[in-house]
């Protein structure tokens, strides 16, 4: 969240329901930061290197939103920062930039499923509404969950 903004002004947790907002206009996390303005939540002491590892939320993202990673496993071997993000531009949810995994995921609940299978194969399995819509190979590494803008539009808001 911006540095300047107190945090229950882009955050809230109620009935177990983590809302993140970030505007366009914000400031960064730091001081000292040279990264877009940006909201996210880190599951900490999850971190991990083996064995199958799910995260499962349930997220909202308003038509005005675009030019965000509504989640991303960090960690990676070189040359990647991550194993998976996942974005939304235009309506569109993706893998990174492409494949679109749902074409308009705007304006509706749906339910977000990531399996991690570090041993066997090293596998991401991504699931929309419980249906398979993404498999790739993954890469080493350890799991944050995260609203985080990166792109240029009016405002970015999710609901998990």
């Given at each position: ?63 005005e939103t675009s030019g965000v990673c509504i989640m ?43 399996i991690h299978d570090v041993d066997d194969a090293e ?38």
């Amino acid at each position: 969240m911006p540095y300047d903004v107190p945090e229950d002004q882009r955050y809230s947790c109620i009935n177990g329901v983590h809302k993140l907002w970030v505007y366009s206009t914000d400031k960064p996390h730091s001081l000292i930061s040279h990264t877009n303005p940006r909201t996210k939540i880190r599951m900490q002491g999850y971190d991990y290197s083996s064995g199958v590892w799910q995260f499962e939320a349930y997220g909202y993202v308003r038509s005005e939103t675009s030019g965000v990673c509504i989640m991303q496993v960090f960690g990676s071997t070189t040359p990647h920062a991550t194993t998976l993000m996942l974005r939304v531009y235009n309506g569109r949810l993706s893998y990174y930039k492409s494949p679109p995994l749902v074409d308009d995921i705007y304006d509706r609940w749906f339910r977000l499923n990531v399996i991690h299978d570090v041993d066997d194969a090293e596998i991401v399995k991504v699931y929309i509404n419980g249906v398979l819509k993404f498999e790739a190979p993954g890469h080493q590494a350890f799991s944050e969950f995260l609203v985080k803008p990166l792109g240029r539009s009016l405002s970015y808001y999710g609901e998990f």
